[in-house]
T-cell receptor, first 113, second 114 residues
Framework: AQSVAQPEDQVNVAEGNPLTVKCTYS??????LFWYVQYPNRGLQFLLK??????LVKGSYGFEAEFNKSQTSFHLKKPSALVSDSALYFC???????????FGSGTKLNVKP | EAGVAQSPRYKIIEKRQSVAFWCNPI?????LYWYQQILGQGPKLLIQ????????DSQLPKDRFSAERLKGVDSTLKIQPAKLEDSAVYLC????????????FGEGSWLTVV
């Protein structure tokens, strides 16, 4: 069965510090992995994706994610957090065979000044 | 490029009433999705259209929810009669074709059932 797990409901980090939001997945075949961000009262915005190639993927707003096949993980990272990064982050995996997106439960990122 | 448009943004109704949400996808996007996002959870797919045909509606509560995309462009999601547990954000999304790598979301329609 395809699934995505975000083990942390909330991540707190001080502005200027590096941040990591964790995601692990389970999928048959090659994984297509995504990160989306949701600001209060807004829809989901696409941040970045891994399809194939380099394990380090760069996306919008200075975010990047590292694909680790052996650990089945796709953690979201940013070298220096901003207060404006505070939002809800969703990891998603696409099942290519059935074209379904499976979303994690979300991680709330709080960046304190 | 215009994004996915949804209306209304906010709706409050009493239980057993009906409500309809409208979505206009990104121009040229053949695939349209309706997701339900309950507070504190990730989005859950309700129905997926390819042009005007249904690809997947396995998680749509068909006794009360219905959706259509008659001309293969915009879509309407209806709930009748509404229950308290239907309080959620209803997100419309679209992609170029069924196996497109990225789907794009609208701002969502926030439903409160009282």
């Amino acid at each position: 069965a395809q699934s995505v797990a975000q083990p942390e409901d909330q991540v707190n980090v001080a502005e200027g510090n590096p941040l990591t939001v964790k995601c692990t997945y389970s999928v048959s075949g090659n994984p297509y992995l995504f990160w989306y961000v949701q600001y209060p009262n807004r829809g989901l915005q696409f941040l970045l994706k891994y399809i194939t190639g380099d394990n380090l993927v760069k996306g919008s707003y200075g975010f990047e994610a590292e694909f680790n096949k052996s650990q089945t993980s796709f953690h979201l990272k940013k070298p220096s957090a901003l207060v404006s990064d505070s939002a809800l982050y969703f990891c998603a995996v696409r099942d290519y065979n059935f074209n379904k997106f499976y979303f994690g439960s979300g991680t709330k990122l709080n960046v304190k000044p | 490029e215009a994004g996915v448009a949804q209306s209304p943004r906010y709706k409050i109704i009493e239980k057993r009433q009906s409500v309809a949400f409208w979505c206009n996808p990104i121009s040229g996007h053949a695939t349209l999705y309706w997701y339900q996002q309950i507070l504190g959870q990730g989005p859950k797919l309700l129905i997926q259209f390819q042009n005007n045909g249904v690809v997947d509606d396995s998680q749509l509560p068909k006794d009360r929810f219905s959706a259509e995309r008659l001309k293969g462009v915009d879509s309407t999601l209806k709930i009748q009669p509404a229950k308290l547990e239907d309080s959620a954000v209803y997100l419309c999304a679209s992609s170029l074709e069924p196996r497109a790598n990225t789907i794009y979301f609208g701002e969502g329609s926030w439903l409160t059932v009282v």
